[in-house]
T-cell receptor
C-alpha cells in the first residue's frame, strides 16, 4: 500500500521555465511534508518542508504548495536551472509524533538547455 | 561540521552471506535511520534508532537488523543475503528524530551487490 505517490517517474523542463513536481498521499494523519533532492552517487539532501497548518512555503526558487483536502502537494522550481536536474523525493511524516517517515518513489527531473 | 559518513561505499557479497554496514551521524544527532533505495521502489524506510533504542521499524523481514552505540554510531546487518537485497543503503541522522520538524541529513550510501 503506497501511502505517498509520485506518479510521474520523470519530467523534462526547459531551462528558465517552471518545474512542477507532484505528490499525493493517502493518510490524512500526515501533517508534515518534505522534499529531498538526490544527485547520482550522493545521498538525498533536504530541500524544503511544510506543515499542515500552512498551504504554502517558499524558499528562494523553491515553493511547496499543500492542498489538504485533495491530499496533494507540489514543488515548484522557478526558474529551472541545469543544476536542478536530479531525482526529487516527496516524504510525509508527523510533526509532533514519534513515527516513521514515508517516501515516494521519486521523480527524475531533466532540465533541458 | 562533518556530515554523515557511511562505510564502506561499495560491497559485493554472494547469496547466503551476511553483511554489516556502518554509519556515523553528525555530531550531536541522536537519531539514526536506515533506508533501502532500489530503482523500482524508491526510498524505503528500514528502521530508526534513537539513544541506542529502536524506535520505529519499516516492513522488512527479520534478516534486516540494526543497532546503535552510545556514541550514536549505528550499524545495519543483513543476514542470509538474497539477490533482491542488492540496493543502495542510505543512513540518515537528525537531531530529534523522524518527525518533530527535524530534517534528515543523509550519507552517500553503501552500494551493496549480491551475486
Amino acid at each position: 500500500d503506497q501511502q505517498v505517490k509520485q506518479n510521474s517517474p520523470s519530467l523534462s523542463v526547459q531551462e528558465g521555465r517552471i518545474s512542477i513536481l507532484n505528490c499525493d498521499y493517502t493518510n490524512s494523519m500526515f501533517d508534515y511534508f518534505l522534499w529531498y533532492k538526490k544527485y547520482p552517487a550522493e545521498g538525498p539532501t533536504f530541500l524544503i518542508s511544510i506543515s499542515s497548518i500552512k498551504d504554502k512555503n517558499e524558499d528562494g526558487r523553491f515553493t511547496v504548495f499543500l492542498n489538504k483536502s485533495a491530499k496533494h502537494l507540489s514543488l515548484h522550481i522557478v526558474p529551472s536551472q541545469p543544476g536542478d536536474s536530479a531525482v526529487y523525493f516527496c516524504a510525509a511524516s508527523y510533526l509532533n509524533r514519534d513515527d516513521k517517515i514515508i517516501f515516494g518513489k521519486g521523480t527524475r527531473l531533466h532540465i533541458l538547455p | 561540521k562533518a556530515g554523515v559518513t557511511q562505510t564502506p561505499r561499495y560491497l559485493i557479497k554472494t547469496r547466503g552471506q551476511q553483511v554489516t554496514l556502518s554509519c556515523s551521524p553528525i555530531s550531536g544527532h541522536r537519531s539514526v535511520s536506515w533506508y533501502q533505495q532500489t530503482p523500482g521502489q524508491g526510498l524505503q524506510f528500514l528502521f530508526e534508532y534513537f539513544s541506542e533504542t529502536q524506535r520505529n521499524k519499516g516492513n522488512f523481514p527479520g534478516r534486516f537488523s540494526g543497532r546503535q552505540f552510545s556514541n550514536s554510531r549505528s550499524e545495519m546487518n543483513v543476514s542470509t543475503l538474497e539477490l533482491g537485497d542488492s540496493a543502495l543503503y542510505l543512513c540518515a541522522s537528525s537531531l530529534r528524530g523522524l518527525s518533530y520538524n527535524s530534517p534528515l541529513h543523509f550519507g552517500n550510501g553503501t552500494r551493496l551487490t549480491v551475486t
